[in-house]
Each structure stands twice: as structure tokens, then as C-alpha cells.
């Protein structure tokens, strides 16, 4: 902050940080195909199970974070996703469907960079929680619409449960919340810069597992 304390709020930071990478993400090959329905079911339940990998990383360290001065007010049991994501994915594939679940890569990567925070570093774990929870609130709902148009499933029903947040009947407010929360978060400059960078890392680990989906399911000209 600078000594008239007009410093910008590190919720507007982040974001703004992020924003090129987040256009690219949206304009991902993998992303508009899927979007554009132009790829089958079965790539949208290849998604599906790489975000299992991605948010059972973020929600196992929920009880160890709990208590943490920086990441604990951020574990917030109605964003927790992976029960919905295990009913989307009992849909999409079976009862069996955990037995044939594999993780891409990147998502091994990605997952394991989570876990990795989680344990050393809380603020870190942050960066990921926000990338993840508030685009899901966000953007996340227009893919669940497309999704529902697309392949037919029932409107927030089984499939797409995930982008449904039961617990959360106003996102708009939830997300001023949560920016609040990032404004909050204690941590001096150089911090919050590491913070931003490691949102950045997010990021790109979300279009590395876009690049991976994509290479699996190219559109057959
Ligand atoms: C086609 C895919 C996507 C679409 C259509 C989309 C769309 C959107 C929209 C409309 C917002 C609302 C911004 C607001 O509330 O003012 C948003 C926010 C956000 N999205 Fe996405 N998004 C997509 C993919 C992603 C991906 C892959 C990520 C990262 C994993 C992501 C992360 C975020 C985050 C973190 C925010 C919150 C920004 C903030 O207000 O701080 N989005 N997105």
C-alpha cells in the first residue's frame, strides 16, 4: 500500500493478472470445441474426471488448512465439488467409474502442484482455491448451460451437478464475499506477488490440461 493507502486491492490484482491467461483459456481449442458442441459426450466426461483429480487435491487439505491464518477462511464447506463431481461421473461413466479413472499428465501435474501448496505453503494453495472456485462460479455456468443444451442432461441435474452450487443461491454476492476475503489476506507485497505468480501457474496448468484434452479428442476434419 502507499502512504495515502490507495493501493490497488489485491482481488483487483489478481484478477487482472490473470486476464490474458483467462481469455486464453476460453478461446482453447479443446475449450471451443467443447463449448462449440462440436466434441461427443465422451470427451466432456474425460474433462469431468480430470477435475476429480484437480478438486479431491483442493479438498483433501481442507481439515489440515482449516485453521491456517491465511487459507483457512477460504475453506468453505458449500464450495466443496467433489461430491457432485462423483454423481456426474457415476452418470457419465457407471457405477464403476472410478476404476477406470486416469489422470492426463498434466492433470498429475497439476493435482500434485495443489497438494504440494497445501503442505508448504497455505498462501500458495490460495491462489489455486481462488482459481478454481471463483471461475467456477463464474464462467462455469455457461458451461453448464452449453453442456445441458449439448448432450441433453436434465437442467442442473445428474452431468452437470458440479456447476450447481445448492448452497450458494446468490454467486454474485458469495463472489464479493470472497473478494473480500482475498483483500483480506495477510501478506506483504513481495507475498502477494508470489501469490499472483502461482495464480498465473494455475492457469497454465489448466491449459496444459486443455492441450492434453485436445490432442485426445481432435475434431476429425
Ligand atoms: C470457456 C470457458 C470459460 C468461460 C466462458 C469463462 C467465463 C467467465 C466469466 C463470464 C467470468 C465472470 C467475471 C465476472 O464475474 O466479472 C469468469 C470469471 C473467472 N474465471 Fe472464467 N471462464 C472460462 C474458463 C475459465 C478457466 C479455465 C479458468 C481457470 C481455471 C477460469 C477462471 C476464472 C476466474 C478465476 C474468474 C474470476 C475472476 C475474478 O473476478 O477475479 N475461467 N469467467
Avoid at 461427443?40 to 487435491?57: H, K, P, S
Wanted: net charge negative.
Amino acid at each position: 500500500m502507499d502512504a495515502r493507502g490507495t493501493a490497488t486491492p489485491f482481488s483487483t490484482l489478481i484478477r487482472t493478472a490473470s486476464h490474458q491467461q483467462h481469455t486464453e483459456a476460453e478461446n482453447s481449442t479443446f475449450m471451443s470445441d467443447l463449448l462449440g458442441g462440436r466434441l461427443g459426450m465422451d470427451a466432456y466426461a474425460r474433462y469431468t474426471e480430470q477435475l476429480w483429480f484437480v478438486y479431491r487435491a483442493l479438498e483433501d487439505a481442507a481439515d489440515a488448512l482449516r485453521d491456517d491464518p491465511v487459507a483457512g477462511p477460504f475453506i468453505q464447506p458449500e464450495l466443496f465439488r467433489t461430491p457432485e463431481l462423483e454423481r456426474d461421473l457415476a452418470h457419465l461413466r457407471g457405477a464403476g467409474w472410478r476404476a477406470a479413472l486416469t489422470p492426463l499428465p498434466a492433470t498429475a501435474a497439476y493435482a500434485a502442484r495443489v497438494e504440494e501448496c497445501a503442505r508448504t505453503w497455505p498462501a500458495g494453495y490460495v491462489a489455486h482455491h481462488y482459481t478454481r472456485y471463483l471461475g467456477d462460479l463464474s464462467g462455469g455456468q455457461i458451461i453448464r448451460d452449453k453442456a445441458e443444451r449439448t448432450w441433453g442432461f436434465a437442467r442442473k441435474g445428474d452431468g452437470v451437478r458440479f456447476y450447481v452450487f445448492e448452497q450458494i443461491p446468490n454467486p454474485a454476492a458469495f463472489k464479493r464475499g470472497y473478494r473480500e476475503l482475498l483483500d483480506r489476506v495477510e501478506a506483504d507485497d513481495l507475498e502477494k506477488q508470489r501469490i499472483v505468480d502461482e495464480c498465473r501457474r494455475a492457469f497454465d496448468f489448466n491449459g496444459a490440461v486443455f492441450r492434453e484434452l485436445g490432442a485426445e479428442f481432435p475434431l476429425s476434419a
